[in-house]
């Protein structure tokens, strides 16, 4: 990869380094911020403030913005309209030609499954109310309402309908009655759903269905929504290799520290309960965890960043299903005190008998004592 940096000329030899290095501080500024959040954040037991409050800000609102990572997520694509029409859109080709490229470039990273769907006869939640606006023309919708916008009860939205977490796009065609609906302070008038999706309204221009040409400025503002759902920094804005490389990086680290964390906890769990069992299984997915967490840290210092994302999902999916084992989280779930509530009523009958027998055995005895004395 070739990183090309214009400078005006200048004699002094300096100035250039002092700027190249600036530039390439700037680039990565980004990613050294998300690492360290995630350090800070994975510290066991500490509340370490951060020298830069604002950095340490910044970046918890990115990690509360962005869906949890997955191999694979499902994109819903809906269109909602209140009234009949439009009731289709060519939204196939649209996305062939807008969004697929896009997510191809995603492919070391995850993978992704889309479907689509139209749903007419579908209003917003009866809680939004816009008002009209004679300055702007429109109808406005406050932005304090729009966490009330989606319909939940109406609206055909299954979270969990693909193989992975689901990211909801939705395009909300406004009535005819209640055109032009705009949202306040809004160039673009869409917004995103943290972890969720994103929405945006489209204000009618016929009763038709929408085109590619209609649909193209949603596709390409649903687009850099997901962007932004899936973290990808946004720092160098003309190279999206350069991001990706460093989204990749940022995964690897999140999931080598969080498969880190399961280790831990479950080997804190095993010191606080010695009589639990360890099946065979778990052994072998604990050592399977250590070893792809090895090869992580390796690759990640060999500069081989998709190798070490590709071992440190393994790793994560190993730690979940050495900490989840049914057979360890049933013991877990049963400590020695209900054991012993369990048992007992059994052994009970069986103690009896052989309580009486022991005493009918000992007052012989104790009577012969007594006698001889």
Same mark, same amino acid.
């Given at each position: 990869?070739?990183?090309?940096?214009?400078?005006?000329?200048?004699?002094?030899?300096?100035?250039?380094?002092?700027?190249?290095?600036?530039?390439?501080?700037?680039? *990565?500024?980004?990613?050294?911020?998300?690492?360290?959040?995630?350090?800070?954040?994975?510290s066991s037991g500490t509340t370490t /403030?951060?020298?830069?409050?604002?950095?340490?800000?910044?970046?918890? /609102?990115?990690?509360?913005?962005?869906?949890?990572?997955?191999?694979?997520?499902?994109?819903?694509?809906?269109?909602?309209? $209140?009234?009949? *029409? $439009?009731?289709?859109?060519?939204?196939?080709?649209?996305?062939e030609h807008t969004l697929k490229p896009?997510?191809?470039?995603?492919?070391?990273?995850?993978?992704?499954?889309?479907?689509?769907?139209?749903? $007419?006869?579908?209003?917003?939640?009866?809680?939004?109310?816009?008002?009209?606006?004679?300055?702007?023309?429109?109808?406005?919708?406050?932005?304090?309402?729009?966490?009330?916008?989606?319909?939940?009860?109406?609206?055909?939205?299954? $979270?969990?309908?693909?193989?992975?977490?689901?990211?909801?796009?939705?395009?909300?065609?406004?009535?005819?009655?209640?055109?032009?609906?705009?949202?306040?302070?809004?160039?673009?008038?869409?917004?995103?759903?943290?972890?969720?999706?994103?929405?945006?309204?489209?204000?009618?221009?016929?009763?038709?269905?929408?085109?590619?040409?209609?649909?193209?400025?949603?596709?390409?503002?649903?687009?850099?929504?997901?962007?932004?759902?899936?973290?990808?920094?946004?720092?160098?804005?003309?190279?999206?290799?350069?991001?990706?490389?460093?989204?990749?990086?940022?995964?690897?680290?999140?999931?080598?520290?969080?498969?880190?964390?399961?280790?831990?906890?479950?080997?804190?769990?095993?010191?606080?309960?010695?009589?639990?069992?360890?099946?065979?299984?778990?052994?072998?997915?604990?050592?399977?965890?250590?070893?792809?967490?090895?090869?992580?840290?390796?690759?990640?210092?060999?500069?081989?960043?998709?190798?070490?994302?590709?071992?440190? /999902?393994?790793?994560?999916?190993?730690?979940?299903?050495?900490?989840?084992?049914?057979?360890?989280?049933?013991?877990?779930?049963?400590?020695?005190?209900?054991?012993?509530?369990?048992?007992?009523?059994?052994?009970?009958?069986?103690?009896?008998?052989?309580?009486?027998?022991?005493?009918?055995?000992?007052?012989?005895?104790?009577?012969?004592?007594?006698?001889?004395?």
């Amino acid at each position: 990869m070739v990183l090309g940096i214009g400078h005006p000329a200048s004699s002094n030899p300096s100035v250039l380094a002092n700027f190249i290095a600036g530039r390439l501080q700037s680039m *990565f500024e980004e990613e050294r911020n998300s690492i360290r959040q995630l350090l800070l954040s994975s510290s066991s037991g500490t509340t370490t /403030k951060s020298t830069n409050q604002v950095i340490s800000t910044t970046e918890a /609102k990115r990690s509360t913005r962005t869906a949890k990572y997955a191999p694979t997520y499902h994109l819903t694509f809906s269109l909602f309209t $209140p009234g009949a *029409f $439009p009731s289709a859109w060519d939204i196939e080709s649209t996305l062939e030609h807008t969004l697929k490229p896009l997510l191809a470039s995603f492919s070391s990273i995850s993978n992704f499954t889309i479907d689509t769907q139209v749903q $007419p006869y579908a209003t917003f939640s009866p809680s939004v109310r816009p008002a009209y606006s004679d300055v702007q023309n429109a109808w406005i919708i406050p932005r304090e309402e729009l966490g009330g916008f989606i319909n939940a009860a109406e609206w055909p939205l299954n $979270p969990g309908i693909g193989a992975g977490p689901t990211l909801n796009f939705v395009l909300y065609v406004a009535a005819p009655d209640q055109s032009p609906l705009r949202i306040e302070d809004s160039t673009t008038n869409s917004w995103i759903i943290p972890q969720w999706g994103g929405v945006m309204i489209m204000n009618p221009t016929s009763d038709k269905s929408l085109s590619e040409t209609d649909l193209q400025p949603a596709v390409e503002m649903f687009a850099s929504q997901l962007l932004s759902l899936l973290g990808l920094p946004t720092e160098p804005a003309i190279s999206l290799p350069l991001r990706l490389s460093t989204l990749t990086r940022v995964r690897a680290a999140n999931l080598l520290l969080s498969a880190s964390s399961t280790l831990g906890s479950l080997a804190r769990l095993v010191a606080a309960l010695p009589s639990i069992s360890v099946p065979d299984s778990v052994a072998a997915a604990v050592s399977s965890t250590m070893s792809h967490l090895d090869a992580t840290c390796a690759n990640l210092h060999d500069g081989q960043f998709t190798q070490a994302l590709q071992n440190a /999902k393994t790793a994560e999916q190993q730690a979940q299903k050495a900490f989840f084992e049914r057979s360890m989280v049933g013991q877990v779930y049963f400590p020695d005190e209900h054991k012993v509530a369990v048992y007992l009523p059994l052994l009970g009958p069986m103690a009896v008998p052989l309580v009486m027998s022991a005493l009918k055995e000992i007052k012989p005895i104790l009577r012969s004592r007594m006698r001889s004395h």
